[in-house]
């Protein structure tokens, strides 16, 4: 039984992208990595809506497109602010899309993070499935030395721990390493999947092949709560889904139930998932509190990436790409520790943390910092107000009922100037544009 | 003690799906475990290494993703796992299997040692045959115990077992010489969480891989389809049924709900008003 004493390089814990990623990089690298994953296979327990980002992948696995299951690459992108009856959009749509490598697909977590699972093990690290890390062991000067699971026998030793134990976060706040994830900084998102036939999805969005279109959807939708629905078209199936702050719920009792359900009947979306068979649901924990929400990355012999470390551009939706980011940045400072024969203390790891400064991640989730904030603290006006008052100047707008031009003009301006003061407005879009800097 | 069980990896039936057009099953992304009846089978053997020190080979047949399921078998505790694997095994029925099976069960015992015990699971849950066990023990002449519900006693010195078998109207209590082929009831036991050591050992784990040629078959037309004389003709969806349970509320006593609840049946199946009527005239007269 002596191997089982000799500690591991590296041990990750969860795999998910971030885990995936960093246990595949330094695998490759040729460091001895054990996985532990809690979900009977990995992706079994993961729910995302779900859109992959090519670029982050690319750079851990450049040939992915060949093996992994993607579903449709995107080639539209709408964009709806929405009142109870209407929506007001902005489409983007184009060919160059189409090309070669295309840049974002809709995927279905369950079948991917198979395959990443698989890369994984290919490359050379064990994984452990339906295990599920209790806790971090630590020697006496509190350095994290190895981890116990719910599995009977011997903790297991490890040079360093990478947590990517996704949102909860449970691990390091059981070895006390980070709070409890605050109601206010994570959203709680619900999603279903429509089953519908590939011609019919296809003739619905006007899509040929694997084009695939995407759809963010704000305002009243979320009853006054700071949140987002969406709509992904996948080859067979619809993803619907729609989340909010979780302290936003708590405040109003409306359960994420009745959300989906208003917004599946809206009338803009029911049509286009008319006919169709739900096949699933799922529901997560989508860290939302952007930069100020991040908690302390790295210390002895312990690293965190993926949603652990609330990274998630909650303006751009993106996450799965910041979380395979961080894990391929975790193993290329692991990997060059492990390399110099350095020790894994915390001053040697907070090389991570400046890696991650000079990459997208860091610079784009400061660029918001200020956007979650922001949004919370008016959500109101940002998902009731102005969606209300948009969508009736459209109405307005483009309603022809004998009413000359210049007092349907007069008319939509004072619906704005009654509703919210003319203060309050430039007041909103100047901390609006204040922040987006 | 030398102890094969045998298992199958099988689509998990509670999730397979059936295509709403084209009404063909969907396997597809439905996610495959091992055959639920199996693992009593294979906690009986682990109990039974547990007592003896015994050591448990686990054998499947299938494709190459069967592996997985042999690897979980490792993780509960069993010491070495057997892949049966070849093109030419698909589309087997239970005749073709049992020869398949039997077959690399002689390669085992001349590798690994003779059997004293080959467990399986009752039947499987994707063919419901409960066929291939006894097919395997008639082909190694073996005696056979199918449908145990308990162990009851197993004497290593007088190379004996004692069991008890559920059987249509009773328990059977049964002894048998070894060897010997049992199929295990369901709820017989309950599968152990393995330890961390399984786990790792499992995960580090060569899973044995053999061929049609490496277990000795050489008549081909023994195996797969060609050495099946079942055929599958068709595969369809049941229909599901149009009426639906429906819920009486009433408010009130019991004897209110109970007043109800008759009169919401007559309603609905008026022959079952008349024949009481009949029969409450009957008793009266």
């Known amino acids: ?437 | 003690m030398h102890i094969v069980v045998c298992i199958k990896q099988v689509p998990d039936s509670a999730q397979i799906r059936v295509h709403p057009v084209t009404n063909t099953i969907m396997r597809q992304g439905v996610p495959t475990i091992i055959n639920p009846y199996d693992l009593f089978a294979l906690e009986e053997a682990l109990r039974l290494k547990d007592r003896f020190g015994a050591t448990v080979t686990v054998l499947t047949m299938g494709p190459p993703t069967a592996a997985e399921s042999l690897r979980k078998a490792l993780t509960f505790g069993a010491d070495r796992a057997v892949l049966l694997t070849d093109r030419y095994f698909a589309g087997s029925d239970t005749l073709a299997t049992s020869y398949a099976l039997s077959m690399a069960l002689l390669k085992v015992a001349e590798e690994f040692g003779k059997p004293e015990i080959i467990f399986t699971g009752k039947q499987t849950i994707d063919g419901d045959t409960a066929q291939v066990g006894p097919g395997i023990a008639k082909r190694l002449d073996y005696n056979q115990l199918t449908y145990i519900a308990r162990i009851v006693e197993t004497d290593t010195d007088a190379g004996t077992i004692k069991v008890e078998r559920r059987a249509e109207g009773g328990l059977q209590v049964l002894e048998s010489k070894l060897p010997v082929l049992i199929t295990m009831l369901e709820a017989s036991n309950e599968m152990r969480r393995g330890s961390i050591e399984n786990a790792l050992i499992a995960a580090r784990a060569e899973v044995v891989t053999w061929n049609a040629a490496a277990v000795g078959i050489e008549d081909l037309t023994k195996c797969g389809l060609r050495g099946s004389p079942t055929i599958v003709k068709k595969v369809f969806a049941p229909t599901a049924r149009t009426d639906k349970a429906e819920i009486v509320e009433v408010d009130g006593k019991v004897d209110a709900k109970a007043a109800a609840l008759v009169e919401a049946i007559f309603a609905k199946a008026p022959a079952v008003e008349q024949d009481l009527l009949e029969h409450a005239a009957h008793h009266y007269v």
């Not at chain 1, 959300?259 to 169709?276: V, Y």
């Open chain 1, 1 to 437: 039984m002596g191997e089982f004493n000799k500690p591991f390089d590296a041990i990750v814990v969860g795999a998910g992208p971030s885990g995936n990623a960093c246990a595949y990089m330094m695998a490759k690298e040729g460091l001895n990595v054990l996985q532990i994953e809690r979900g009977e296979y990995a992706g079994s327990k993961n729910v995302q809506g779900a859109i992959l980002y090519a670029d982050a992948l690319e750079k851990i696995i450049p040939e992915f497109r060949d093996e992994a299951p993607l579903e449709r690459h995107v080639i539209e992108q709408r964009m709806w602010m929405m009142d109870d009856k209407s929506h007001s959009g902005m489409h983007y749509r184009s060919d160059d899309f189409n090309e070669e490598k295309p840049n974002r697909y809709t995927i279905l977590r369950a079948q991917f993070d198979k395959w990443f699972s698989s890369k994984v093990k290919e490359a050379g690290a064990l994984v452990l499935y339906e295990t599920t890390v209790t806790e971090l062991v630590k020697d006496l000067s509190g350095k994290v030395i190895g981890v116990r699971t719910d599995r009977q026998g011997s903790p297991i030793m490890a040079n360093v721990v990478i947590l990517a134990e996704g949102v909860n976060g449970l691990v390091g706040q059981r070895s006390g390493l980070r709070n409890e994830v605050s109601p206010d900084s994570v959203a709680l998102a619900v999603k279903e999947m429509h089953f519908l036939p590939r011609e019919t999805i296809e003739a619905r969005f006007n899509l040929s092949g694997n084009e695939g279109v995407v759809i963010e959807a704000m305002g009243t939708i979320t009853k006054g709560m700071t949140g987002t629905g969406f709509l992904y078209t996948n080859e067979e199936s619809i993803s619907v889904g729609i989340g909010c702050i979780v302290s936003d719920f708590a405040e109003t009792n409306v359960t994420p139930n009745e959300l989906l359900e208003a917004f599946k009947n809206h009338p803009s979306i029911k049509p286009l998932l008319a006919d169709s068979e739900c096949k699933e649901y799922a529901a997560h924990l989508i860290p939302e509190g952007g930069y100020k929400a991040i908690p302390q990355l790295t210390g002895a012999g312990w690293i965190v990436v993926g949603d652990a470390g609330q990274f998630v551009n909650a303006v751009h939706r993106e996450g799965s790409n910041l979380a395979m980011t961080t894990g391929r940045i975790a193993a290329e400072t692991v990997v060059s520790l492990t390399r110099k024969r350095e020790e894994m203390t915390a001053a040697n790891l907070a090389e991570y943390e400046k890696r991650l400064g000079q990459s997208f991640v860091m610079k784009d989730l400061k660029k918001y910092k200020g956007i979650p904030e922001l949004l919370h603290k008016n959500k109101g006006n940002f998902f009731g107000t102005y969606p209300k008052l948009i969508s009736s100047a459209m109405q307005t707008w483009f309603r022809v009922d004998g009413i000359d031009k210049i007092s349907k003009e007069k008319a939509i301006f004072r619906n704005f100037r009654e509703t919210r003061t003319l203060w309050g407005m430039m007041g909103d879009a100047f901390k609006m544009v204040r922040a987006w800097r």
